[in-house]
């Protein structure tokens, strides 16, 4: 027999409404409360029912967290840190991935708008109108995503992108390339503009090479188009495609960083390619942890359209030197 929710109120000393908030609204109680009874349900072998807890307070404790590419290795740290922040507040979390495509996100957000109680976006691929529409149906917070009224998390690359692109102008580099991410990427967008921005207060040639998809296959197309623009440096959107130029780029004999210089975004592989990549750190990590406590603020009865920013920074690696005589 399963052990009932009484048992465990009888065997932690404490009411079989504290034995449910413990499970539906930890906030409610101090910790010392919430982790005697969580220790003593583990104990017996309690698990509170996910059906009965909707019917009783409205809510499924689930909440969802989408991406465009579970592959791409900014989303790992993410994803780990929305489901232990969710843990501690005794919520569990649905993934979904939607394969950069806003079809099936939106999809996927119907599916499970009842089965959780919101959502995290991160780097949500549809339109502003299609995430307000859901935002009215459910609870949403955003990451690297701005829409005015919305709870959101965004890792602000504009001082980052800019570090790099003075860093590479005191190494010498006047012709720089620019290897975007997805068109409706907000970081894209962002990262794109403060290079311009760079670009032009320094007087440096800027190229957009236009990246097929933000992967190492991506970035690895997208080096045989930066040989043909003869640009000394270049930055890509992300960590994968810039792992993608480096192996681009030794294909075709290009040297790293004698003949051109390579810097990444999001920090996500830096010391684990050859050369160690220089990139922007991002703090994917703490994005996620902060998304979630939004969120489950907003559940809580917090007002909506907070937003967080999270600084970058360049970390300068074994990728980036002084550009070739006659650049």
Known sequence: MNPTIQQVAEAAGVSRSTVSRAFTRPDMLNPETVALVRDVAARLGYVPSQVARALSTGRFG???LLVPDVGNPFFPPLIRAVEKQADLSGACVFLGNSDENPERENVLLKRLSGQ???FILASSRLSDAEIRAHAARRPVVLVNRDIAGLGRVLIDSAQGVGDAIRHLHELGHRRIAYVSGPS??????QRWSAASRGARDLGL???LIEGEQPSFEGGASAARLAVDTRVTAAIAFDDSMAHGLLAGFSAAGVDVPGTISVIGCDDVLGARTYPPLTTISSGADDAGRLATDMLMGLLGGSQAGETLRLPTTLIVRATTAIARQGS
């Open 62 to 64: 689930n909440i969802a």
């Open 116 to 118: 959780v109680d919101g």
């Open 184 to 189: 409706a990427s907000w970081s894209n967008q």
């Open 205 to 207: 040639d800027l190229a």
